[in-house]
């Protein structure tokens, strides 16, 4: 997506150790206008898919799939990080390592809120090694429901995830996928 | 609001220890036409402010927060509970105790996103001990920037955040104040 990718020439920041930072305009600040084009954009390419639900893990996915869900006319369940005291009843559970955080997370959803008849879309902010994705399709298909696709911002294409995703048959699209980076000149590739 | 105390009496339930769960709605599954309507009332409430940010707090702030703020056609920052090693730079910081969690977090935001320019309306899910906007407030004021008011979807009013937000002359609005709630009986009286 053409109009994602010059933003990230403009205002993402290439660092040291493969890091993007694009927290002026994707997941600290939010840019509303940007995420509704990218609305627009899974709308159309997820338009054969019949999607009844939205499925995020927090915090970063929230934004985004609020704003895409508008777009396909449908709830949202993110998928939550630690056991709340306010979160009872039975639950979907998941493990996903955290590289940004060297850490591993129980990974939550309330089973009353993914059934057999849920047909999800799963919407994330970045797709790197793929840990936190293959938790969240864990957790769909856990729940007996499909996964209809999955809608990334931004993949870094030079690590394994999105190919490993691709592989088992789910259709996946990232608006923009990173081939190189260079934290020395800052220059970013796109595939 | 009517249309969220509606709500909040058919889908929410009341558990014991003033526990109000409305996650088939608002903070686990969220209901984005639901989040429209409260965005346009927002906007009706404080139509005589000039904003140019919302400011809310992950994780269950920022669906809310996100839809707001097409209304005012604003970006939107999220305060992070926890240091993550993409976020470096210079920050502002606060503590904030979470009585849900029952444990005190590092909140920050990053320096480039509030500044002295800004003109803020906060907007959060739920007011109970008003401990979370407390810290908010303290984000914002430390920047320099000017507290417009804050949106909150569910006060309960029988806690003293509300009243202790009030009295510092913010303009709050809650679109609906609990004023008590029996989980015997399942009862919810809004003020």
Redesign the interface.
Known sequence: MRLLEDRIRKDGVV?EGN?L?V???LN?????DL??EMGKEFKRLFSEKKINKILTI??SG??I???V??HFN?????A?K?K?????GEMLTTKIQSF??NKVYDVI??K??LSSDDHVLIIDDFLANGCALLGLIDLVESAGATVEGIGIAIEKGFQSGGQMIREKGIQLESLAIVESMDAKTGSIEFR
């Open positions: 660092k890091v930072k927290d002026s305009f600290h600040q939010m840019d509303i995420f509704n927090e915090a929230i934004g799939a609020c704003i869900a508008q449908v709830p949202v369940v993110f939550k630690a709340s005291i306010n979160l009872d940004t955080h959803v309330s009353k809120f």
